[in-house]
């Protein structure tokens, strides 16, 4: 179930209208446009996981572009989906090419082009949402991720001494399969359904969502 429908962020809506109020030769327009291009890009990216997501089974909830404030800056989610006994972080990634993920470096890379670690971004999302979790809401819920590229024209390589690191990072077609893993994993934790409901009221107010910790 969606409890928090995907919206287009407002980034690219402002973007959209500062690149139509700016003269077609104005210095700015390059910028603007390549960094639109890169945002829409990941918008694409994270709306593809919609049709896989739709598969999933058994009680959950969805929330997309989940933005909370962490006590000294916003920090914002792609997807979170609320199972009974965990929470699971998705990141999409939507990039072609050959990328490679050198987890040592704690770097990305696609041909020359350097990125940051999507797996050390996915592992700062899910701590910061715990610091959230307990300070705003006094709880503690086991916290899972999943690295998503949802693009078919790329090639992963990872050169990394994470053994793990093919259950952390997938493409969009393995999804549903890597979910229903991760709920064999936490399934035979202790049920938190009281925490979890809790949990899906206060994200569903808006207001108490955005709201400073204190």
Not at 38 to 57: R, T, V
Not at 85 to 91: A, G, K, M, P, R
Request: glycine share 4%.
């Amino acid at each position: 179930m969606i409890i928090k429908p995907r919206t287009i962020p407002p980034d690219i809506v402002h973007l959209e209208i500062l690149k139509n109020r700016l003269k077609p030769h104005h210095p700015a327009v390059p910028q603007v446009e390549e960094t639109l291009s890169a945002m829409k890009a990941g918008w694409n990216g994270e709306q593809s996981l919609d049709f896989h997501l739709d598969y999933l089974k058994g009680p959950h909830h969805i929330l997309h572009n989940l933005r909370l404030h962490d006590g000294h800056h916003f920090f914002q989610i792609d997807t979170v989906i609320l199972f009974p006994s965990f929470i699971l972080i998705l990141e999409a990634k939507n990039m072609i090419g050959q990328i490679s993920i050198h987890r040592e470096k704690k770097e990305m890379r696609r041909d020359t082009e350097g990125f940051h670690d999507p797996v050390e971004q996915a592992e700062r999302q899910k701590r910061l949402l715990d610091e959230w979790l307990w300070r705003q809401l006094g709880i503690r819920i086991p916290i899972d991720f999943l690295v998503v590229f949802t693009n078919r024209r790329c090639t992963l390589e990872f050169d990394s001494s994470d053994s793990r690191i093919y259950e952390k990072v997938i493409r969009a077609s393995s999804l549903v399969d890597a979910v229903e893993k991760k709920e064999d994993v936490h399934r035979g934790r202790h049920s938190r359904r009281r925490s979890y409901y809790k949990l899906a009221k206060r994200w569903l107010n808006p207001t108490r969502i955005m709201c400073r910790i204190t």
